[in-house]
């Protein structure tokens, strides 16, 4: 008999389908229905309890106290069991399973046993991958995007069909190429990484009118957020090194410069209510056993309102892969509780923590302290109480809007990387298109990872046959392009068209968790496919790339018989309308390149194990990001065209920031490649000061062309001269700017002195180095210098 299962009936039968464990999965019958939170008065009733007598849904009590009832009513071992992604409950005082694990990187994913989709709730909207959407710099399409998320998570939980706690977003720096997951991530920039970080954890568990709640601990949450994956990490499997026994050997200037900067936006500025721990090793320590970074950094400097959970079954890698101290599986539980982990996704928590207990190496204590943390993020939730957001249903799932928002996210992040005029396409005057490639057809590829059922696909074919008659051609079989056997009828199909769109790149065999690349070219035969095409084509032929991490497409840039390329990444449910709106000019492209794309032989000069961010120029080693890479780019960092012209117009609003110290205040060496540039006072540790003082900005973009158009306003500073080992330049702030023809547009920027000019010396110092910063604003043509002076 079919029955409609409420978000609680979910968790109860998810968690004993749940990987690691072994136990029998509940009967329908065994399922209680129709109960959205826990302290239900009927819910209790129904199991011979009476609500009145459990303090811990007493909502006149702070929800630690309540937390502190409930843990305190549960038996050691039923405490264990709690603390494993799949919590069994503790059915005598009335709390039923729960399952932590949901994910939500671009929309409601069935990655993780905490969501399914069925007839029930047959999908949920599919947005692009995060690269792309951070690739359109629109910090308000960000939070828009994740608010659509948290609505139709929250809908799915009320249906049955999903948890309260999502592990998303993936906050990890792009640091080379060719890491398989660099689809899930913001991009290459710390900054850019942790604002996109810091919003979208916002959007999707902020609750409208409680952002002024004193106490963080007791701020409603919509649906709880993860900041991952901590720290450092970004190899899957390259060359025979995998994750699960990487060591990353970091300098402290690179850690607190790159790798942390995005966590601490994502937990302090974003509130994050949890963060995770990655499998790798940093400095010869699991991140997951390291106290400095889990305990003294996330939950102490940083104040995590939150729980911290581990990347899924790292205790076990540490033990069986690692084989970390030689540890026994009660030494390592004992090690990683102690260090701060509060939550195990994986079982050795609930199999060895009573054990270790036993052995004396823990206290009941440490237990009760994580399961204070995560009930009271739960309780926030509304997971025991009811939430506002109870009349969210399945007409707030794939609703007209939030599929228009999908589109509109893979329009506003595409990038325009060459064209010659011939784009926008018209459509009055081309009749027949030629769509060849791969991805032509492209459908479940669009999605990329971490992606759950879609509301729908519109594949690149039906996007285009909305402007033309369309002849399909595959070119190659699929991406690997192992032989040149279909490239003929792709040339057949060229010389008949009006316009040839070629729709090329890579995919999750290619790209993808556990999957590094080990070059930057396309696969197979793709470059010959797209040579041979260009050259049998009757009319204009459109590149598209629809991949992550860069590709050398130099051939193709160089090549005049190639018109124009288009970087489309991997564009979601509704990525085919988006590309051939672009094509044909319904949407002007306005986005920017997220990543600086190398040439081919870039991967020879520097090993993925590497993790230095700067150049070594006795051993050719190039440097990493566009922030230290000192060699020739196929396209830069922030690269992008449109089809109209911008011009910008900049007024500073201060360029002397005279700064007093006490007798307290000290000054800080630099090293100078020339004595001559070193000041009196080189540098402040930012510690040391208030950090009050301000610049800023206004820029007027003007729209010069004849077609509307949106503009990325991209702000960098760059560090006085002389100073050794600091970045070319970094991103302070950006906005994207709607500009319409022959019109204008301002916008003003306001820049913390301590936050956008400060660097990180050789020492692990972060400090405000006195001297001319260089405000650029663009490609550098427009700039203007802020000076800082120290006195006393």
Known sequence: MAKTFTSLSLIVSVAFLAICTARRPPLVSDVPVNYTHVCEPSRFAKQGLDIAEFGYCDTSQSFEKRAKDLIDRMTLEEKVLQLGNSADGASKIGLPPYEWWSEALHGVSDTGPGTNFDEVVPGATSFPTVLLTTASFNQSLWKRIGEVVSSEARAMYNLGKSGLTFWSPNINVARDPRWGRILETPGEDPFVVGTYGAIYVRALQDVEGTLNTTDLNSRPLKVAACCKHYTAYDIEDWLGVDRF??????????????????????????????????????????????????????????DLHGYIVSDCDSIEVMVHGQKWLGDTQEDAVSQVLKAGLDLDCGDYYPKYLKSALMQGQISEAEIDRSLKYIYVVLMRLGYFDGSPFSSLGKKDICSNENIELAAEAAREGIVLLKNNGTLPLNSSKLKKLAVIGPHANATKAMIGNYAGIPCRYVSPIEGFSAFAEVTYEMGCADVACKNDSLIFPAMEAAREADATILMVGLDLSVEAEGRDRVDLLLPGYQTQLINQVAKASKGPVILVIMAAGCVDISFAKNNEL??????????????????????????????????????????????????????????????????????????????????????????????????????????????????????????????????????????????????????????????????????????????RVFVPAGGKNNVKFTFNACKSLAIVDGRGNKVLPSGLHKIMVGDADVSFLVEVQFYQ
Not at 624 to 642: A, C, D, E, I, M
């Open 562 to 735: 190639i018109q124009a390329i288009l970087w489309a990444g991997y564009p979601g449910q509704e990525g085919g309308r988006a590309i051939a709106d672009i094509a044909f000019g319904k949407h002007n492209p306005g986005g920017r390149l997220p990543l600086t794309w190398y040439r081919a032989e870039y991967v020879d000069a520097v090993p993925m194990t590497s993790m230095s961010l700067r150049p070594v120029d006795e051993f050719g080693y190039p440097g990493r990001t566009y922030k230290f890479f000192n060699g020739s780019t196929v396209y830069p960092f922030g690269y992008g065209l449109s089809y109209t012209n911008f011009s910008y117009k900049i007024t500073p609003s201060k360029t002397t920031l005279k700064i007093k110290l006490n007798k307290y205040q000290h000054c800080n060496n630099l090293n100078y490649t020339n004595y001559d540039d070193k000041p009196y006072c080189p540098a402040v540790l930012v510690e040391d000061l208030s950090c009050e003082h301000e610049f800023g900005l206004e820029a007027t973009v003007e729209n010069a062309g004849k077609m509307d158009g949106s503009e990325v306003v991209m702000v960098y500073s760059k560090p006085p001269t002389g100073i050794t080992g600091t970045h070319a330049k970094q991103v302070i702030g950006f906005e």
């Open 245 to 302: 026994h990487f060591d990353a050997r970091v300098t402290e200037q690179d850690m607190l410069e790159t790798f942390q900067r995005p966590f601490e936006m994502c937990v302090r500025d974003g509130d994050a209510s949890s963060a995770m721990c990655s499998f790798n090793r940093v400095n010869g320590i699991p991140v997951c056993a390291d106290k400095t970074l889990l305990q003294d950094k996330i939950r102490g400097q940083w």
